[in-house]
């Protein structure tokens, strides 16, 4: 299961130097004028998880493969994006692709580079982006609902469904709320994705800092954290251009580096350990001798759809779950020892998978 995030913002933020660093490349050019991003940019990351490394050196497993994201840098959007401006909506579909938007703020002061309205105010700038969202919503739900017309006619129930949404939707722009503050039902979840409204995706506010900020934040990501709580947003600290660095090092140099800056961690793991939050995401994982590897799931998972991210055939096929909570294998040295004391489980279709389980599928070919 791949889950895709986009990296949106103003230019000249530091989209794309964050996104050269948490991929690794130099795929996307940064300079210091608007728009040097033309096409989107995707690049894979690694998940950071300790977890794995320990339980590969337990199994003595050849090979680590740990789950990955993807990031896509989006152009940096301009008021009147929404009508064309800049380089307008050809951007906006990207985003339509991406599970998430990381929203990424400057927060920070330099003459050196130039902000494309000429002032520094990170909410603003999100005001910026968010309404242009909002008009490009609105603009694409007149469009559909004006498509829809001849079928609501005939009664068709997948047309009602998704014209009585577009309704909801729209009525909630309009009144200046974006389509994430909408209560889904479950029922209506799987036609609501379909729509692949703009506003609808969860929003991670990345604040972009200055070095000596990095650790703490600054007054303007204050301000940001707040804007984010109101909204039940995420928000993240990060200095675009420590990870420019770091991501230059040799891995052994790396720590040392972070603890002269006085950061825990690379900004790549707050990013994903907040995108993963912020997307309701957990980590599975299967081990042997051959490999270690992580798979990301939903929280809430069944088995047979945690089987499923493996190998379709996994899915259909389900017989059952041998599992092991991760602290249980660890603490028996393997699942053997797991099993001596106990903590060895078989589970069913109706197991919901839990962040950390080791498991086994069994199923019919």
Known sequence: MGFKMGIVGLPNVGKSTLFNALTRTAAAQAANFPFCTIEPNVGEVAVPDARLDVLAGIAGSKQILPTRMT????????????????????????????????????????????????????????????????????????????????????????????????????????????????????????????????????????CNVEESAAATGNSQSARVAEMAAKQGAGSVVISARIEEELAQLPAEDAGIFLEEMGLQEAGLDRLIKAGYALLGLQTYFTVGPKEARAWTILKGTLAPQAAGVIHGDFEKGFIRAETVAYDDYVAGKGEAGAKEAGKFRVEGKTYEVKDGDVLHFLFNA
């Open 71 to 206: 990031f896509v840098d989006i152009a940096g959007l301009v008021r009147g994006a929404s009508k064309g401006e800049g380089l307008g909506n050809q951007f906006l579909a990207n985003i339509r692709e991406c599970d998430a938007i990381a929203h990424v703020l400057r927060c920070f002061e330099d003459g050196d580079i130039t902000h494309v309205e000429g002032r520094i105010d990170p909410v603003a700038d999100a005001e910026t982006i968010e309404t242009e969202l909002m008009l490009a919503d609105l603009e694409s739900i007149e469009r559909r609902r004006a498509n829809l017309a001849r079928k609501l006619k005939g009664g068709d129930k997948e047309s009602l469904d998704q014209d009585r949404l577009l309704a909801l939707a729209q009525t909630a722009l309009n009144e200046g709320r974006p389509a994430r503050t909408l209560a889904i039902s479950a029922d209506d979840r799987r036609t609501w994705d379909l729509l692949q409204l703009l506003t609808s995706k969860p929003v991670l506010y990345v």
